[in-house]
């Protein structure tokens, strides 16, 4: 069965670091490209990070988060990391993790489908 749980998030204030953790099981982590997502209240899930498999030698980010964020991955540990530094107001959300099969993510055949519900995922508030 394949799970992915997230964890790490908490209140932090304006300009701090937080790192956040998905542990991955049920499927061969290293095999798959991986991805960080957040959805914040009233708004449109989006895409924050990829990261190659297996070796995760390729990252990519949207400008909004790119220079603050960095995704890696540890393949013996079947665990993604997303280390978010320099964080804003506008970064509060619940951050979600997701696979594809392959070198580079793509939505379309992720391990969690673009519609549906993702489960809890792990809640990220930037306030002062």
């Known amino acids: 069965q394949v799970q992915l749980v997230e964890s790490g998030g908490d209140l932090v204030q304006p300009g701090g670091s937080l790192r956040l953790s998905c542990a991955a099981s049920g499927f061969r982590f290293s095999d798959y490209a991986m991805s960080w997502h957040r959805q914040a209240p009233g708004k449109e899930r989006e895409l924050v990070a990829t990261?190659?498999?297996?070796?995760?030698?390729?990252?990519n980010y949207p400008d909004s988060v790119k220079g603050r964020f960095a995704i890696s991955r540890d393949n013996a540990k079947s665990t993604l990391y997303l280390h978010m530094n320099s964080l804003k107001p506008e970064d509060t959300a619940v951050y979600y993790c997701?696979?594809?099969?392959?070198?580079?993510?793509?939505?379309?055949?992720?391990?969690?489908?673009?519609?549906?519900?993702w489960g809890q995922g792990t809640q990220v508030t930037v306030s002062s």
């Open positions: 990261i190659t498999s297996p070796s995760g030698s390729s990252a």
């Open positions: 997701n696979g594809k099969r392959g070198t580079h993510y793509t939505d379309y055949g992720a391990l969690r489908p673009a519609s549906g519900p």
